[in-house]
């Protein structure tokens, strides 16, 4: 059981160059999520997608875009990554309605030089 | 908007010590509360949780009150081993759901010292 599965697991970019973060879930939820994670800051959300066909923006969306490519998968994109997006990043997934958690994946650790 | 306060850390305790990491809630109505871990290098997983007021969420000698007179979920554990080091993070899910998800505290960071 697979759950959520984000690849890749490590990246070092150059300023200025772009990537795709991939993540897919095999549990049939409807919703999913990024989020970021830097020291001190906690988890902050980028984007999310509340049900197939429809993504918004979270807390912290700028330099990011995000594609809800089906039920299964959501893919974050750095256009033009800068040092400022050096973090941690996190997909998770959940049912909708209250009393649902979210299942996470074991993240990307993004370095930008 | 809803938001949750915890101490950040870092909580340093001897093993078998008792453990006490506080969270408090701010939210309309009645949310559904969490407690989540992240071990060293990984991503987070669901500890516990409690979906109505005094409901006790327990997992692996952790537990938790949901405590809405002093919108409170204090996580505790009785006898902490070193493998519990780790991040902690409280978390809420709004009364009716909320399409952006969960909202966290900043997690606190647990060292136990053998």
């Known amino acids: ?113 | 908007g809803d938001s949750v306060t915890q101490m950040e850390g870092p909580v340093t305790l001897s093993e078998e010590a008792f453990l006490t990491i506080n969270c408090t809630y701010t939210a309309t109505g009645y949310p559904s509360l969490f407690w989540y871990v992240q071990y060293p290098g990984e991503g987070l997983q669901l500890l516990l949780k409690a979906t109505k007021a005094d409901d006790k969420g327990s997992n692996k000698g952790f537990e938790a009150t949901y405590r809405k007179e002093t919108t409170s979920f204090h996580l505790e554990k009785g006898s902490v081993q070193v493998s519990d080091s780790a991040v902690y993070f409280c978390a809420l899910s709004p009364w009716g759901g909320g399409a952006d998800g969960l909202t966290f505290g900043k997690g606190t960071h647990l060292i136990i010292q053998p």
């Not at chain 1, 994109?77 to 997006?85: N, W």
Request: with cysteine; net charge positive; proline share 4%.
């Open chain 1, 1 to 113: 059981n697979a759950g959520v599965t984000q690849t890749p697991k490590f990246q070092v970019l150059k300023t200025g160059q772009s990537m795709t973060l991939q993540c897919a879930q095999d549990m049939n939820h409807n919703s999913m999520y990024w989020y970021r994670q830097d020291p001190g800051m906690g988890l902050r959300l980028i984007y999310y997608s509340a049900s197939e066909g429809t993504t918004d923006k979270g807390e912290v969306p700028n330099g990011y875009n995000v594609s809800r490519l089906n039920k299964r998968e959501f893919s974050l994109r750095l256009e033009s990554a800068a040092p400022s997006q050096t973090s941690v990043y996190f997909c998770a997934s959940s049912r909708r309605g209250q009393n649902t958690e979210a299942f996470f994946g074991q993240g990307t650790r993004l370095t930008v030089v």
